[in-house]
């Protein structure tokens, strides 16, 4: 079976506090932080034991994960495993570098977001052009608010051509066709950003060949519908894997839409759908977004 599993367990801590952050944070206590230890590893020793399974993972913990030994080392050991196809995490950059040493860099990869105000812009800059002279796979972004425009644009201009620019659509925020084409020169595919998706009713691969999992192994289609469908670890989630349509109004978020067989997203992204690396990643000037049969955002 080919299998994607998005995996948020119980970490709710992050080390930046942004005014815009939609995850509501909290500060995680020793207790806490142990909880989640012990549920990644569970989830971990779930993952490498599924050795007649092609595993695709990502980790979109609610707070920043690769502070964390145990992300890193997590990520690093699931790298290395025959059966797991790619391996990546959202993650805003703030750690330490030199633990992607241990991985297998053909199938590890990183989502990364700046941060305007939380961190210095030089050092973010110096993290990604040390992912880059490590050979990283790794997507860089931020959110499409008009107080980033600058700072996005100077971080187009001074990241290696071949590193993807994404721009997120700020939640709540409402872009005039001028404010989205200035976005959209750096991002020439935020208009699939730009406005929620249509969804209810339309083919979605969540609910069978995507699942989300969470600390406690239940298993839901995704992070956006809560219906359970069982759970990973008594293995009761395999027998509702079917084709499913979706039963929100709109979906607004990349991990989501995504996934929607009604756009053509996993064609765009291929070969980099969890980590949001287009297929023709490279200089913004050198690409456009292939609308095909109407599939338009």
Not at 141 to 147: N, S
Not at 172 to 198: C, I, K, V
Not at 222 to 233: Q, T, W
């Given at each position: 079976m080919d299998l994607t599993i998005l995996y948020r367990g119980p970490l709710a801590s992050c080390d930046y506090d942004c005014p815009y952050c939609p995850f509501a944070k909290r500060r995680d206590t020793r207790a806490q932080l142990t909880a989640d230890r012990a549920a990644l590893e569970r989830f971990a020793?779930?993952?490498?034991?599924?050795?007649?399974?092609?595993?695709?993972?990502?980790?979109?913990?609610?707070?920043?994960?690769?502070?964390?030994?145990?992300y890193r080392r997590t990520l690093a050991e699931?790298?290395?495993?025959?059966?797991?196809?790619?391996?990546?995490?959202?993650?805003?950059?703030?750690?330490?570098?030199?633990?992607?040493?241990?991985?297998?860099?053909?199938?590890?990869?990183?989502?990364?977001?700046?941060h305007p105000g939380q961190t210095p812009y030089d050092r973010f800059l110096a993290k990604c052009h040390d992912l880059a002279g490590r050979g990283v796979r790794h997507s860089v972004g931020v959110v499409g608010l008009p107080e980033h425009l600058e700072h996005a644009r100077r971080l187009r201009a001074d990241l290696p051509a071949q590193v993807?620019?994404?721009?997120?659509?700020?939640?709540?925020?409402?872009?005039?066709?001028?404010?989205?084409?200035?976005?959209?020169?750096?991002?020439?595919?935020?208009?699939?950003?730009?406005?929620p998706h249509r969804s209810?009713?339309?083919?979605?691969?969540?609910?069978?060949?995507?699942?989300?999992?969470?600390?406690?192994?239940?298993?839901r289609r995704c992070h956006f519908v809560r219906s359970e469908l069982g759970n990973l670890y008594d293995g009761s989630?395999?027998?509702?894997?079917?084709?499913?349509?979706?039963?929100?109004?709109t979906c607004d978020c990349h991990i989501g839409y995504v996934h929607l067989e009604t756009l053509p997203l996993y064609d765009i992204f291929a070969g980099g759908v969890l980590e949001r690396i287009p297929a023709?990643?490279?200089?913004?000037?050198?690409?456009?977004?292939?609308?095909?049969?109407?599939?338009q955002p």
């Amino acid at each position: 079976m080919d299998l994607t599993i998005l995996y948020r367990g119980p970490l709710a801590s992050c080390d930046y506090d942004c005014p815009y952050c939609p995850f509501a944070k909290r500060r995680d206590t020793r207790a806490q932080l142990t909880a989640d230890r012990a549920a990644l590893e569970r989830f971990a020793a779930w993952a490498a034991a599924q050795q007649d399974d092609r595993l695709s993972l990502l980790f979109t913990p609610w707070g920043e994960g690769l502070v964390r030994s145990w992300y890193r080392r997590t990520l690093a050991e699931l790298s290395r495993l025959p059966h797991v196809r790619r391996v990546a995490i959202q993650t805003n950059l703030s750690c330490r570098t030199d633990w992607l040493d241990a991985a297998d860099l053909d199938t590890l990869a990183l989502w990364c977001t700046f941060h305007p105000g939380q961190t210095p812009y030089d050092r973010f800059l110096a993290k990604c052009h040390d992912l880059a002279g490590r050979g990283v796979r790794h997507s860089v972004g931020v959110v499409g608010l008009p107080e980033h425009l600058e700072h996005a644009r100077r971080l187009r201009a001074d990241l290696p051509a071949q590193v993807y620019l994404w721009v997120n659509a700020a939640e709540g925020h409402t872009y005039t066709d001028a404010e989205a084409d200035r976005w959209s020169a750096l991002d020439p595919l935020f208009p699939y950003s730009r406005h929620p998706h249509r969804s209810a009713g339309l083919p979605c691969r969540t609910g069978e060949s995507v699942i989300s999992v969470d600390g406690d192994g239940t298993v839901r289609r995704c992070h956006f519908v809560r219906s359970e469908l069982g759970n990973l670890y008594d293995g009761s989630y395999r027998r509702a894997l079917r084709p499913r349509t979706c039963p929100l109004t709109t979906c607004d978020c990349h991990i989501g839409y995504v996934h929607l067989e009604t756009l053509p997203l996993y064609d765009i992204f291929a070969g980099g759908v969890l980590e949001r690396i287009p297929a023709q990643h490279g200089a913004p000037a050198g690409f456009r977004v292939p609308w095909t049969d109407g599939h338009q955002p």
